[in-house]
């Protein structure tokens, strides 16, 4: 009866089966990263059989290689919703950090998969031909912001927007994926509010100063933490 449940259900919705199909493995993977991800616990997961999986996405590399694509197109979406253009530049930047930050909180698998798939050199998303296209907009955004930026004289620099978004990304990604050894080198709690509110003013101070070669404190990101990322957590 189940079985007969699962197929109409995946014949009245296939779109659907997919998508559930596709969450559970992310899911998967990233708790267990590829070589120890399951084929028969994803699929049970999604309310599936691996018939129904290697039907609607394929085998377990070409199931990981969507799961990445997905991951990349949906950051890459929430990042065009930002509006950077119409920002004047240094808060455009800021608000690009404080995004890059907060997703990071909220989708810690993402992170766990940019892990698994760097320990492979990047062998999956090698193949993808989808993922370099959802880049480059992304990347002549930021491009126009800088430029925008040194046009109205509150950049110092034109930097290279790849090397902006590595630094920007990089100073999120390190400290969270780090986070468990780093609390137990240092003694603290880098996760708890404080920290990471801290964290945050302290990355928007650094990346504008840059930019800007003004000081953090003469830029107001230093003692109000708690406002700005109030700001951050509803963009």
Not at 140 to 155: A, L, W, Y
Not at 159 to 184: E, K, R
Request: hydrophobic letters at 45%; proline letters at 3%; aromatic letters at 8%.
């Amino acid at each position: 009866m189940a079985k007969a449940k699962r197929t109409l259900t995946w014949q009245r919705d296939p779109e659907g089966m997919r998508l559930r199909i596709l969450e559970a493995a992310k899911q998967e993977f990233a708790a267990h990263g590829l070589a120890g991800a399951r084929v028969d616990r994803i699929a049970a997961s999604a309310g599936a059989n691996k018939r129904m999986l290697y039907y609607h996405v394929g085998n377990k590399d070409e199931l990981y290689l969507a799961v990445l694509e997905g991951a990349y197109d949906k950051i890459r979406s929430e990042e065009r919703g930002l509006d950077l253009e119409h920002l004047d530049p240094p808060e455009a930047i800021r608000r690009l950090i404080e995004f890059t930050w907060n997703y990071f909180l909220r989708n810690p698998e993402f992170l766990s998969l940019l892990q698994t798939e760097n320990l492979a050199r990047a062998k999956h998303l090698k193949r993808s031909t989808k993922v370099k296209s959802m880049h480059s907009p992304f990347v002549e955004m930021i491009r126009t912001v800088v430029r925008r930026g040194v046009e109205s004289g509150d950049f110092q620099v034109a930097i290279d927007p790849v090397q902006l978004y590595i630094s920007i990304a990089g100073l999120c990604f390190f400290y969270l994926s780090n986070s468990a050894t780093l609390s137990v080198i240092f003694g603290r709690d880098l996760l708890d509010k404080k920290a990471k509110d801290e964290r945050l003013a302290h990355m928007v101070g650094l990346v504008l100063a840059a930019l800007t070669g003004r000081s953090a404190e003469m830029l107001d990101v230093v003692k109000a933490p708690k406002k700005r990322a109030a700001v951050a957590q509803t963009l």
